[in-house]
């Protein structure tokens, strides 16, 4: 039995896949200040025109470029890898895959889209890219695109990330790119949060608002914004893992998962590994699709679908989406790219229709997978990852207790080299769980008694 399933370059998959396209109900609009829809010129100064079209997109698939499969041709196909030291470890019959996205050179799956992202921007003639981060990932895979396509790159990072993270500042800076703490000085957004609140940790929410303005503000007309994940166009690139997953599956001789498990933040790598199998329970087979969120920031699984604000500041158009709150702060846990208030319209509506299976963990039992994962397969995995593992383990030990041989399939997506404070903190016994307090929920909450009301359509399906 091999361990590792490689594609060929030539097998790559070719074409990225849309759930927009099969989902049974409808995405319900963004909407203006006004609470009317949107139309797509009114992203025109935040998104070039290219990117614009396939977030509206309702076409099942869309034609990958061949400049962009020749740079992510440096790390894909990524292996997809049999956890057999894991297996046996828990001694369950359950068959355990993963997709490495800790492949690329930023360590994550986020590259995947950023290259995208910079590509169509550089196609557009745009020449800066600005962008928030909250573990640093994103705002490394982006500072690598843009080096590698000859942008200019700004990133905002959050606080308190900026703090705990000095190195992946660092990489950001070795591939050439701007990285400030945010809250920062630079931006309106920035400076009024600090007055308010000098001491913050910083908020996804609050570095969006500033790289928004940064991006609108540029009067040259050839700057603009980039979004690590939530929106379509950022899922959509992401699809390509799925796919591949797919191809390799078969490849190992699995007919389709039963299980198939990713953490989730803004919902990019749990919809990339997950919406093509997504696409299969929509036509009938019986899987298990959980995206996995800290119980500090339970935006799945205790907040309301809602219309809310994608940043701080109420910059962005109002998505329909389940949300804690523009205003949110979240607890300052390590998992940072597990923080923002809201999730990926596409994941709300997969979830709304009851085809997804929420689930939220606390910070040591993550931990506690992270270094079952250590102890067996070796890898030190990313904060956020290790949120996918402590699920994995779950369904791993239930397959054992049911005596059923299932097949789990879960992203790894990303390593954790740059995130060993966070381990250094486990191991020194200092972390502790938090779950986020009814209370403050609801404080957060009232925010969106304001706004216009987000109706749950399904179809009932499911
Ligand atoms: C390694 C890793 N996994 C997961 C995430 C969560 O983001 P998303 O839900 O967009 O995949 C992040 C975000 O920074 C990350 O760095």
């Given at each position: 039995?091999?361990?590792?399933?490689?594609?060929?370059?030539?097998?790559?998959?070719?074409?990225?896949?849309?759930?927009?396209?099969?989902?049974?109900?409808?995405?319900?609009?963004?909407?203006?200040?006004?609470?009317?829809?949107?139309?797509?010129?009114?992203?025109?100064?935040?998104?070039?025109?290219?990117?614009?079209?396939?977030?509206?997109?309702?076409?099942?698939?869309?034609?990958?470029?061949?400049?962009?499969?020749?740079?992510?041709?440096?790390?894909?196909?990524?292996?997809?890898?049999?956890?057999?030291?894991?297996?046996?470890?828990?001694?369950?019959?359950?068959?355990?895959?993963?997709?490495?996205?800790?492949?690329?050179?930023?360590?994550?799956?986020?590259?995947?889209?950023?290259?995208?992202?910079?590509?169509y921007n550089k196609e557009f003639g745009i020449k800066k890219l600005t962008t928030e981060t909250g573990a640093g990932q994103w705002g490394s895979a982006l500072a690598f695109a843009c080096q590698l396509l000859g942008l200019e790159c700004k990133v905002f990072m959050v606080r308190i990330s900026f703090d705990q993270k000095p190195f992946r500042k660092i990489m950001m800076q070795v591939?050439?790119?701007?990285?400030?703490?945010?809250?920062?000085?630079?931006?309106?957004?920035?400076?009024?949060?600090?007055?308010?609140?000098?001491?913050?940790?910083?908020?996804?929410?609050?570095?969006?608002?500033?790289?928004?303005?940064?991006?609108?503000?540029?009067?040259?007309?050839?700057?603009?914004?980039?979004?690590?994940?939530?929106?379509?166009?950022?899922?959509?690139?992401?699809?390509?893992?799925?796919?591949?997953?797919?191809?390799?599956?078969?490849?190992?001789?699995?007919?389709?998962?039963?299980?198939?498990?990713?953490?989730?933040?803004?919902?990019?790598?749990?919809?990339?590994?997950?919406f093509p199998f997504v696409a299969d329970k929509i036509n009938g087979a019986d899987i298990k699709i959980v995206p996995v969120e800290p119980t500090a920031c339970p935006t799945m699984t205790r907040a309301p679908f809602a219309y809310d604000f994608g940043d701080t500041a109420c910059t962005t158009p109002l998505l329909a989406m389940y949300t804690l709150g523009h205003a949110f702060i979240?607890?300052?846990?390590?998992?940072?790219?597990?923080?923002?208030?809201?999730?990926?319209?596409?994941?709300?509506?997969?979830?709304?229709?009851?085809?997804?299976?929420?689930?939220?963990?606390?910070?040591?039992?993550?931990?506690?997978?992270?270094?079952?994962?250590?102890?067996?397969?070796?890898?030190?995995?990313?904060?956020?990852?290790?949120?996918?593992?402590?699920?994995?383990?779950?369904?791993?030990?239930?397959?054992?207790?049911?005596?059923?041989?299932?097949?789990?399939?879960?992203?790894?997506?990303?390593?954790?080299?740059?995130?060993?404070?966070?381990?250094?903190?486990?191991?020194?016994?200092?972390?502790?769980?938090?779950?986020?307090?009814?209370?403050?929920?609801?404080?957060?909450?009232?925010?969106?008694?304001?706004?216009?009301?987000?109706?749950?359509?399904?179809?009932?399906?499911?």
């Amino acid at each position: 039995m091999e361990q590792k399933i490689q594609l060929k370059e030539s097998d790559i998959p070719r074409q990225w896949y849309n759930l927009a396209a099969d989902l049974p109900t409808p995405l319900l609009p963004p909407l203006g200040p006004d609470g009317k829809p949107i139309t797509p010129d009114m992203l025109a100064p935040v998104f070039p025109m290219n990117l614009i079209e396939q977030e509206v997109s309702a076409e099942r698939w869309i034609d990958i470029p061949e400049d962009i499969l020749n740079i992510l041709y440096r790390w894909r196909p990524a292996p997809l890898k049999r956890a057999v030291y894991l297996e046996k470890y828990l001694e369950t019959p359950a068959r355990i895959y993963y997709k490495d996205e800790s492949y690329s050179p930023p360590g994550s799956h986020k590259p995947n889209t950023a290259v995208a992202q910079a590509w169509y921007n550089k196609e557009f003639g745009i020449k800066k890219l600005t962008t928030e981060t909250g573990a640093g990932q994103w705002g490394s895979a982006l500072a690598f695109a843009c080096q590698l396509l000859g942008l200019e790159c700004k990133v905002f990072m959050v606080r308190i990330s900026f703090d705990q993270k000095p190195f992946r500042k660092i990489m950001m800076q070795v591939w050439g790119a701007n990285c400030v703490a945010s809250p920062s000085n630079e931006t309106n957004a920035g400076r009024k949060v600090l007055e308010e609140m000098p001491d913050t940790p910083g908020s996804l929410g609050i570095a969006i608002s500033e790289a928004i303005e940064e991006a609108v503000t540029d009067t040259s007309g050839t700057t603009r914004y980039s979004l690590g994940s939530v929106l379509n166009h950022v899922l959509l690139h992401q699809t390509i893992i799925g796919l591949e997953a797919k191809k390799q599956l078969e490849m190992a001789g699995e007919k389709l998962p039963d299980i198939v498990i990713g953490c989730a933040g803004g919902g990019s790598n749990f919809a990339g590994l997950s919406f093509p199998f997504v696409a299969d329970k929509i036509n009938g087979a019986d899987i298990k699709i959980v995206p996995v969120e800290p119980t500090a920031c339970p935006t799945m699984t205790r907040a309301p679908f809602a219309y809310d604000f994608g940043d701080t500041a109420c910059t962005t158009p109002l998505l329909a989406m389940y949300t804690l709150g523009h205003a949110f702060i979240p607890p300052p846990i390590h998992a940072g790219g597990l923080r923002y208030h809201g999730m990926a319209p596409l994941v709300c509506q997969a979830i709304v229709e009851g085809l997804l299976e929420p689930r939220a963990y606390h910070q040591l039992d993550s931990y506690n997978a992270a270094m079952t994962w250590v102890k067996t397969e070796g890898a030190i995995a990313a904060p956020e990852t290790s949120q996918a593992l402590a699920a994995v383990i779950e369904e791993a030990k239930k397959a054992k207790e049911e005596g059923k041989e299932k097949v789990i399939l879960f992203n790894y997506s990303g390593h954790g080299l740059m995130d060993l404070s966070g381990y250094d903190a486990f191991l020194s016994g200092e972390l502790v769980d938090y779950e986020l307090p009814e209370e403050e929920l609801q404080k957060y909450l009232q925010d969106l008694e304001k706004l216009p009301k987000a109706e749950k359509r399904k179809s009932g399906k499911w």
